[in-house]
Each structure stands twice: as C-alpha cells, then as structure tokens.
C-alpha cells in the first residue's frame, strides 16, 4: 500500500522567510496529493492540491511542486507570516473516489517567530 | 460552508469502559471518516462509511466499532477503552466532486 513521509518534523523560520516541507510517496499510482493545514484546537483545513497532470500549483503565497518521477511533492510558503504557524500534512491517493483513501504524512509543526 | 460537529471537545474515560464519539455533518455528504492523531504518526483512518449503515475497515481498526444509522451522524465505538486508545480523534466528510475532507474540531480522548 501507500506509504507517505514527511520531512522535516519541526521547521521554525523567522517571519518574512520561505519554508519549505518535503514528502515522498512510494505508490506510482497515485494521483492526487493535498496539502493540509491544522491551527491549534482546529481540525485540518485543505490549503491547496495538485493532481499529477500539472507540476506545479500556486494559491498567493503558497505553492505546490510535483516530481512524479522522483515521487516526491513540496509545499513552498513565501513571506511567512505569524498565523502561518500550525501542523502541515501532506497527503496522497489514487483520487476518483472516497475508497481511494488518503494516506497522510506525519506532519510539519511550523513555527513562523516574529 | 460545510460543519462537522463532534459531540466532547475532551473527554476523560476508565479503562474497560464503553465510549461513544458522536459527529454530526450538516452537508449530506455521503461519506465520513474517524481518523485518529498521534504525535509523529501523523493521521490514521480508523473506519469509514460511503452510505447509511455501510463501513469499511480503515488502517487501524483493531478495538473500535462504528455505527453509521443515518446519513448526518458517524459514531465512533470504543467497546472497552484501554489506555492505548488515548489520543485525539477527529471526524471528517468527503465531497465528492473536489476529494476535499472536511474536518471537525477534534475530540481529545484521554483513558485512564
């Protein structure tokens, strides 16, 4: 089955900089990968997908890039801010449907220090 | 917008003892989920449900239930709680047109 990792664990940035969090999965079918966002005492949020016929999504300040090949995806958050602090989960599936389920990462704790 | 509500923002347990996490869904969305989080094991797929009184099996569904009698409400079933099985629990929908989930707030279970 799918198996995601997420790296690094714990990322702290001053605000203004970029921050950058990695995932790789190891399921060459999969099709459809979500990034989520978790504030504290929240549920996760949806902040931007990408499906694998496009490489690269963007939504503002925040970005995501696909490596099919490599099977790896990142999510790039530019002038970081203060409420950009929370947990980032990456995700993957085979998309088309609810049984496709997603298979998450570990999580990223982002820590944006004014 | 779409709300999922879970019943107990925190709850606190014996173990041996049974406990219901209730979520109510008020987009009548066809399919919820339980996940369970973890410190650095990210969020796992206990058991999820594509119709009133169908349910699969998740990833880890070894010590818990679910009952799924109408389409609004997903309930979560720990049939004898046991220390292990203390974590946050959170409940989601899926809308089918976009794969987005959608989130409830989360209820932190603590089993003593």
């Known amino acids: 089955g799918e198996n995601v990792e997420q790296h690094p664990s714990t990322l702290s940035v001053q605000e203004g900089d970029s921050a950058v969090i990695k995932c790789t999965y190891s399921?060459?079918?999969?099709?459809?990968f979500p990034w989520y966002k978790q504030e504290l005492g929240k549920g996760p949020q949806l902040i931007i997908d990408?499906?694998?016929?496009?490489g690269e999504k963007k939504d503002q300040r925040i970005a995501v890039t696909l490596n099919k090949t490599a099977k790896h995806f990142s999510l790039h958050i530019t002038e970081t801010q203060p409420e950009d602090s929370a947990v980032y989960f990456c995700?993957?599936?085979?998309?088309?449907?609810?049984?496709?389920?997603?298979?998450f990462g570990t999580g990223t704790l982002l820590a944006v220090q004014p | 917008d779409v709300k999922v509500t879970q019943s107990s923002r925190y709850l606190v347990k014996r173990t041996g003892e049974k406990v219901f996490l209730e979520c109510v869904q008020d987009?009548?969305?066809?399919?919820m989920f339980w996940y369970r989080q973890d410190p650095g094991l990210g969020l796992r797929l206990i058991y999820f449900?594509?119709?009133?009184?169908?349910?699969e099996k998740g990833d880890i569904p070894e010590g818990y239930s679910v009952s799924r009698e109408k389409k609004e409400r997903f309930s979560l079933i720990l049939e004898s709680a046991s220390t292990n099985q203390t974590s946050m629990y959170l409940c989601?929908?899926?809308?089918?047109?976009?794969?987005?989930?959608?989130f409830g707030s989360g209820t932190q279970l603590s089993v003593l």
């Open positions: 990408i499906r694998s016929n496009v």
């Open positions: 399921d060459s079918a999969s099709n459809y």
């Open positions: 987009m009548d969305h066809e399919n």
């Open positions: 989601a929908t899926y809308r089918q047109g976009d794969e987005k989930l959608f």
């Open positions: 449900s594509y119709d009133v009184k169908m349910k």
């Open positions: 995700a993957a599936s085979r998309g088309g449907g609810a049984t496709n389920k997603l298979i």
